[in-house]
């Protein structure tokens, strides 16, 4: 198939590209079929060594992050933060990886390595940031048994939005709306560091610890349950990009080849 250097802003320098059907079989193999490779070009070639080689070349995130930059640039992104996690089941064939495989794969500790070791947390958690319009600003993958609690403050400071001139990318929203697992001192005191509006809804337990300690229990935080409705918008993205059948169901082996899928279902949707 034809090869060659891409001229769209989306893709970054250096990193090969094939022809529009190659590209769209790719596609196709990975968040629609769940396919580990192409039937009829095998691992070594074709689709899947493109694949691979934009996994390895974060070409994905790149050509995500370049459309959320057009797509701020043109007034859609809006800045009210929705954080939450989903689960993501893994299929009866993304077992069998090589544990030396998965801590070489992938970008990070072997302990936040979302099958290390292989099902001993459970199924990975996709964690997300979403815009008020549902598109996906940021996507981290975490193991299974990662309490949404210290994961909002990481997920929330991978918002990195660049402006299509010079100048430094966006890395505050205006509002966070996040539901009751969010809510601790830690992360409301981080969210007023940064200058952050938050609609967190506050635990029975800890309105009731407050309440115990009286005048020195202090006063409630803000909540306005108006600005929380918006917090559907993360529900939706998640209901949204779970079309995609390699995302709902985990197939892939390696950790880089599931936070691929990942993007490419973001970048799609």
Not at 38 to 60: D, I, K, N, S
Not at 63 to 74: G, K, P, R, S, Y
Request: aromatic letters at 6%; hydrophobic letters at 35%; proline letters at 9%.
């Amino acid at each position: 198939m034809p090869s060659g250097s891409c001229s769209s802003p989306c893709c970054p320098p250096g990193v090969p590209v094939a022809g529009h059907d190659q590209r769209h079989a790719a596609d196709n193999q990975s968040r629609g079929a769940g396919a580990t490779y192409h039937p009829t070009t095998g691992p070594g070639g074709g689709p899947c060594a493109l694949y691979r080689t934009w996994q390895t070349g974060e070409v994905w995130e790149h050509i995500e992050a370049a459309l959320v930059t057009h797509a701020d640039a043109a007034g859609k992104v809006g800045w009210r933060m929705s954080v939450d996690s989903t689960t993501c089941r893994a299929h009866v064939h993304a077992a069998g990886a090589r544990k030396e495989s998965v801590r070489s794969w992938w970008r990070g500790s072997p302990r936040t390595t979302p099958w290390e070791p292989l099902g001993a947390g459970g199924p990975p958690r996709t964690r997300a940031a979403v815009d008020a319009a549902c598109g996906m600003l940021v996507l981290l993958l975490t193991a299974g048994q990662a309490a949404d609690c210290p994961m909002m403050i990481p997920v929330l400071e991978e918002i990195r939005v660049a402006h299509p001139g010079p100048g430094r990318p966006r890395t505050r929203p205006q509002m966070v709306l996040a539901d009751k697992a969010y809510s601790s001192r830690a992360n409301r005191d981080w969210l007023r560091n940064h200058h952050i509006q938050a609609a967190i809804p506050v635990k029975a337990d800890q309105a009731a610890h407050r309440r115990a300690g009286g005048s020195r229990g202090g006063r409630p935080p803000a909540f306005d349950p108006i600005a929380y409705k918006d917090r559907n918008a993360v529900e939706r993205c998640f209901g949204q990009i779970k079309q995609n059948r390699a995302m709902a169901t985990r197939y892939d082996k390696l950790a880089v080849r599931y936070q691929a899928t990942t993007h490419i279902a973001s970048t799609d949707h």
